[in-house]
């Protein structure tokens, strides 16, 4: 399971390297485009790709990743064509690509098919936002059958005694939240965010990613010194709408994607 | 008939529903939450505290009166009303909000947030907020705060933000969905009083259990009054909080029927309606796993329902598991049956009662002329309609 998150953190800490993760919303504002933009991406020195699945609902999502679900969704994105999506990719590129989703959606069909589908399609892991690790139980065991790695959050509220439940689910990575709140860019990174990482580390040998708010090389650089990894979200996907199909706004974006994941691999040296 | 199951697990799960689906970031508060609520309802002196408030400040215990004209009107069943709609604010909601609001006390949380639909859940929990000096903030879709503009002002009235959501559909998921949001975000300092027996544990039963007021008292009530159980209760059910506060006491009573009433609102297809019963599917929404409105790929259907409190595309668990087990059924009245349960209760009885409660009434107009006359039934009068006359005048000029 997950042979290609786990290579890529061997090599990054072969080399001294921290890792840059990218999130998009996939089908914002179709899946074709997607697809363009996860090879752009990878192109761009992105270590692991994180697919948001959109969802009606997204109670997690601050204001930019709403809306981009909102567009997703509204170009006719489902699970079914980000499965394609991701095919499309995996012809070309073996970037690790890791779902980002509400559990509804993966409901919806039956949840062990559809994560068996998820697999085959070529998906290494799977976030479920609103699976608190009390239900993990239910759904875990499935992932990990098909291959598909449990990537697990904590946050700056979870104690001790739910780092170690977390630890025992996830696979791959975990996912630590940089502070309380929903998705979205932020001026200043949380000071909750050390504290995080430092319990994080008693709990698991696991490489820890951290996001949540950050949107600068400045910021992916601090944030890397402390992380195995940092996620940028909500700032990349503003941008890419920003940019719309401008070919040359669409270059910037990617310039900055590389300044950025520089910025995070050099935090390791 | 077996012994029913009453309580949840530990994490909230009336067999397969319910449960704790949430990000990460509420665990924490949740499991505070779960902890300060089953102390203090083990609390001799929480107890007495929140008696006394719903004695003297709610006006419990309210009424169950006889609807003699209803009865006679209908030719079946002696009728009853359990009168919420003459609590403080005008409906259960408070039963709820005072509870919640006494243990954000406990916590130390000085800021409230609430979602609210039809208005009254937020008005109950702004009223709570005035009373113990709490910053309290109320979420509401855009689309309800203009069918429902006079709770909004009341709200204003007690020193709440009315915060306007204007997402997706902009009703009450979409209030949820934001109050949620503020709650991750404001977490150390917050509590939030969700308003019916839905989302993540413990909410559904702790909401239940500040709602078994009303079935508590209507026990004692019909036994005084007519030395025997009833056949049969009826209640509205969006979340389904009144409904489950009516029926929790007669649970363990097998000969007492259980009917819950959903919004059909224009007929049972995709958009049209919040008949969870109806048109759901096994899904998760927003903290609870049960029946969701939903399309194939598990997106979220749009609902519709004359009454605000009832457009909604999910249903509290507890429901769900009452429905399994064959104790409760769930059947559904159209927005105009709903409208001639308004005018019914008005025009026979003197009373207003809010659009949600007036499924209830539609579902007995409908119903009462096929039960005995020897039968008795408790309709819950969840509450009052003076919020509901401007929106009715206008969908009366319409037709």
Sequence with gaps: ?269 | MPRILREPDRTGHFGPYGGVFVPETLMAPLEELDRVFRAAWRDAAFRRELGAALRDYVGRPTPLYLAERLTRELGGPRIYLKREDLCHTGAHKINNALGQVLLARRMGKKRVIAETGAGQHGVATATMAAKFGLECVVYMGRVDMERQALNVTRMRMLGAAVVPVTAGQETLKEAISEAMRDWVTNVRTTHYVLGTAFGAHPYPLMVREFQSVIGREARAQILRREKRLPDLLVACVGGGSNAIGLFHAFVGDPGVRLVGVEAGGLGIRPGRHAARFAGGRLGVLQGARTLVLQDADGQIQDTHSVSAGLDYAAVGPEHVWLRDQGRARYEYVSDTEAVAGFDALARLEGILPALESSHAIAWLLREAPRMKKRDIVIANLSGRGDKDVQQLTEWKSRR
């Design chain 1, 1 to 269: 399971m997950s042979e290609r998150i786990d290579a890529v953190f061997r090599q990054l800490a072969k080399d001294g390297r921290k890792g840059f993760i990218a999130y998009i919303t996939a089908g914002d504002p179709t899946v074709e485009r997607t697809v363009e933009d996860v090879l752009r991406l990878a192109a761009a020195g992105t270590d692991l790709v994180e697919l948001g699945v959109p969802f009606s609902d997204p109670l997690a999502d601050g204001r930019v990743n709403v809306e981009s679900a909102g567009r997703a969704l509204k170009g006719g994105a489902t699970l079914a064509r980000v499965l394609d999506g991701v095919r499309a990719v995996r012809r070309r590129s073996g970037v690790p690509i890791v779902l980002y989703s509400y559990l509804n959606p993966l409901l919806a069909r039956g949840f062990e098919a559809t994560v068996r589908r998820i697999a085959a399609a070529g998906v290494d892991g799977v976030l479920i936002l609103d699976m608190a690790v009390e239900e993990a139980p239910s759904f875990a065991p499935a992932m990990r059958a098909a291959g598909v790695a449990p990537i697990l959050l904590v946050t700056p509220t979870s104690t001790a005694a739910r780092m170690k439940r977390i630890a025992a689910e996830a696979a791959g990575f975990v996912y630590c939240v940089s502070r309380t709140g929903v998705t979205g860019a932020r001026k200043d990174l949380s000071t909750d965010a050390g504290d995080v990482l430092a319990r994080m580390r008693r709990a698991t040998r696991l490489p820890l990613a951290l996001g949540f708010g950050i949107s600068t090389p400045g910021q992916a650089a601090a944030a890397a010194a402390a992380a195995d990894a940092v996620v940028v979200g909500s700032a990349l996907v503003d941008r890419l709408h920003g940019a719309g199909g401008d070919a040359k706004a669409r270059a910037a974006v990617f310039a900055w994607v590389a300044r950025m994941a520089r910025a995070a691999h050099g935090a390791g040296a």
